[in-house]
């Protein structure tokens, strides 16, 4: 007998370009964050000198014949940003767009800073999609974490992003004070009702010079642990999968000096990989249904976690009676298990 299910492959299309904005637009300080420290952008030059910089860069990748990215403007809030600052984002964009030196345009913002004008001048401008720093839509986790907002107005936000006609890409913040394994799973339900293009999960970490970092000392914050980020993550990644939906990006990347200033929290290295290998177990565990696994066949695609960070899923694999053996890679279009009868 067999059985088998759909695994959405994503491809990393188009590239991004970064353009960060560290805490611009921000009314303040988030508890939790340090976008100097995560974007390795701790000072930064004039605006008009870091586009020309980039124009630069792009016309080199035009001439070695690489597809035009996106560009997106990221680690702030976007469309709080001082108006002349604003303007001039928006017609640098534009220009590049109608180059041709990029294919796209993007940005970040919170859910408390979005109008009606500041969205039409962006559409106006080219941009396709907007990320939104929703981190929870729980009540009492955004008042814990003093996010500023509260559940309707992320909820609000969500719908007014899609009904201006953008892509909405979600990020969660899942650990942050307040968000317990049950309340960031319903958070991503709850994303996902939104038909998001993207989500990103991003574990909530304790950052030197934040105002977290000053709950941990005292004992008043406890981030999650690796384990349960990795089991946790593997849940929320396999409900974005069955409804078709990318996770883009889980965990940060370690650029600038943010490993040195990371005091606490479930960072690794292959977060997402490590995150996808266990969804994945997860999906055929689900699909069994009690059957016995005699072989599973998957899309050549899936190879580079199938097995974890050093093979760590291979004695997952093993639990459920299939040898390494019995694992094949291919040319598959969807999951392809060989089953017998009942397990148990
Ligand atoms: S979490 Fe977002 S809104 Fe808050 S300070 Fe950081 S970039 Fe600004």
């Known amino acids: 007998m067999t059985r088998s299910f759909v695994w959405h492959v994503f491809h990393p299309a188009?590239?991004?370009?970064?353009?960060f904005l560290p805490f611009a637009g921000c009314p303040f300080h988030c508890l939790y964050c340090a976008q100097d420290l995560v974007t390795g952008e701790v000072s930064s030059p004039p605006l008009s000198f870091r586009?020309?910089?980039?124009?630069?860069?792009?016309?080199?990748?035009?001439?070695?014949?690489?597809?035009?990215?996106?560009?997106?403007?990221?680690?702030?809030?976007?469309?709080?940003?001082?108006?002349?600052?604003?303007?001039?984002?928006?017609?640098?964009?534009?220009?590049?767009?109608e180059r041709g030196l990029i294919s796209g345009l993007r940005c970040s913002t919170r859910p408390d800073a979005l109008c009606a004008e500041r969205l039409k001048r962006l559409q106006a401008s080219g941009?396709?999609?907007?990320?939104?720093?929703?981190?929870?839509?729980?009540?009492?986790?955004?008042?814990?974490?003093?996010?500023?907002?509260?559940?309707?107005?992320?909820?609000?936000?969500?719908?007014?992003?899609?009904?201006?006609?953008?892509?909405?890409?979600?990020?969660?913040?899942?650990?942050?004070?307040?968000?317990?394994?049950?309340?960031?799973?319903?958070?991503v339900r709850k994303a996902l009702a939104f038909s998001p293009s993207c989500l990103r999960f991003y574990p909530c970490l304790v950052l030197a010079g934040t105002g977290l970092a000053r709950l941990w000392q005292q004992g008043r914050y406890r981030p999650w642990d690796l384990a349960t980020t990795l089991a946790t993550l593997a849940h929320g990644y396999l409900l974005a999968q069955d409804a078709a939906v990318s996770?883009?990006?889980?965990?940060?990347?370690?650029?600038?000096?943010l490993l040195q200033h990371l005091l606490a929290g479930p960072w690794h290295p292959a977060?997402?990989?490590?995150?996808?290998?266990?969804?994945?177990?997860?999906?055929?565990?689900?699909?069994?249904?009690?059957?016995?696994?005699?072989?599973?066949?998957?899309?050549?695609?899936?190879?580079?976690?199938?097995?974890?960070?050093?093979?760590?899923?291979?004695?997952?694999?093993?639990?459920?009676?299939?040898?390494?053996?019995?694992?094949?890679?291919?040319?598959?279009?969807?999951?392809?298990?060989?089953?017998?009868?009942?397990?148990?």
């Open 14 to 19: 188009p590239t991004i370009i970064p353009f």
């Open 247 to 257: 996770v883009i990006r889980m965990g940060l990347a370690p650029q600038g000096d």
């Open 127 to 187: 941009f396709t999609l907007i990320e939104l720093g929703i981190q929870s839509f729980d009540e009492a986790a955004l008042a814990k974490t003093c996010r500023g907002y509260g559940k309707e107005q992320a909820e609000g936000a969500c719908r007014m992003v899609r009904e201006a006609g953008f892509a909405l890409g979600v990020q969660l913040l899942p650990g942050m004070p307040g968000v317990t394994a049950r309340v960031f799973l319903r958070d």
């Open 271 to 344: 977060l997402g990989a490590r995150v996808m290998a266990r969804a994945l177990y997860l999906a055929v565990v689900r699909e069994l249904a009690g059957a016995r696994l005699l072989a599973l066949r998957l899309p050549r695609a899936l190879q580079g976690f199938c097995f974890g960070e050093k093979g760590e899923m291979r004695s997952f694999w093993q639990r459920l009676g299939l040898a390494p053996s019995a694992i094949r890679f291919g040319a598959y279009g969807q999951v392809e298990m060989d089953l017998a009868g009942k397990r148990f």
């Open 51 to 97: 586009f020309e910089s980039l124009r630069a860069a792009l016309d080199v990748r035009r001439l070695r014949g690489q597809t035009p990215p996106h560009l997106a403007f990221y680690g702030g809030t976007f469309t709080a940003l001082p108006e002349a600052d604003f303007a001039f984002c928006l017609d640098a964009g534009q220009d590049l767009l």
